[in-house]
């Protein structure tokens, strides 16, 4: 308790949790979201390349299975990074690294929707709006190289 009143002393969970917010680049609930995607992206792309979805493999190849995870921990990294430091080239680089990957994945579940008897276009669909909203993301920096500053852009 502080002298100035009841319930002012800060948590130093809640003040931890405070600075981080501070320092998440705006708009900070973009910022968040996509790296909650960039997280799930993450443990996509280890999970693959240790334990490769073996229907998967055996069209595309335990090599190109390794690229495909490679490519999304790669394009991932570097997404973070740049997002982060407000770099958005490296940022746009790691995107466009995470949608070949995905790409190719996709390729591959529409080859086995037509050589199967199974259905895969859940798969398939969900690969598409990914790598849409990755081209959302994608477009939504690819004009400048790092975030413009908000005096630079306002005049003020």
């Excluded at 960039?38 to 998967?56: D, N, R, W």
């Excluded at 995870?69 to 740049?82: D, E, H, P, R, Y």
């Excluded at 920096?141 to 852009?153: C, G, K, Q, S, V």
């Amino acid at each position: 308790e502080t002298p100035a009143g009841k319930g002012l002393v800060m948590n130093p969970v809640l003040g931890w949790l405070r600075t981080w917010w501070l320092t998440v680049p705006e708009p900070r609930e973009q910022s968040i979201t996509w790296g909650v995607v960039y997280v799930a992206l993450t443990f996509t792309g280890l999970v693959t390349m240790l334990y490769p979805p073996s229907t998967i493999s055996v069209v595309l190849g335990s090599e190109a299975m390794l690229m495909f995870s490679f490519m999304l921990l790669v394009g991932v990294l570097l997404a973070t990074i740049g997002g982060w430091m407000e770099f958005w080239k490296l940022e746009r680089l790691g995107i466009i690294l995470m949608a070949s990957g995905l790409a190719l994945y996709g390729s591959v579940v529409l080859t086995l929707h037509f050589q199967s008897d199974e259905s895969r276009l859940t798969q398939f669909g969900i690969v598409v709006a990914l790598v849409g909203a990755l081209a959302g993301r994608y477009l939504m920096i690819w004009r400048y190289d790092f975030r413009p500053r908000a005096e630079l852009t306002t005049g003020g």
